[in-house]
């Protein structure tokens, strides 16, 4: 059997949520350190990868993603009382905005 390669992208497609994460921070070296350790946990609750960025010109205003296996996880995730308390140990100084996407 012959694949081409839009074929083959299709088949071994795996669907899988992100959600993406922005808000503000007090210190980022501070809520940095408290990122990092808090990511054994984190990977526990469901996340298989993340990535951190900073608004150009402002260190402090940052975007977060994370990747879940199902939309579920991620809204769990999101919803998780101890995420609301490491974010309010590492400095979170505004309330997140959070939208869930799923990738097609």
Partial sequence: ???DAHTYEREVHVRMATIFIRHRVTDYGRWRRAYDDFDAE??????TGQAVYQ????????TVSHDFATIESARAFAASGRLREVNQMSGVASAPDIWFTERT
Avoid at 42 to 47: D, I, L, N, T
Avoid at 55 to 62: F, H, I, S, T, V
């Fill in 55 to 62: 608004l150009a010109g402002d260190p402090n205003d940052l």
């Fill in 1 to 3: 059997m012959s694949y």
């Fill in 42 to 47: 984190r990977r526990g609750m469901g996340v």
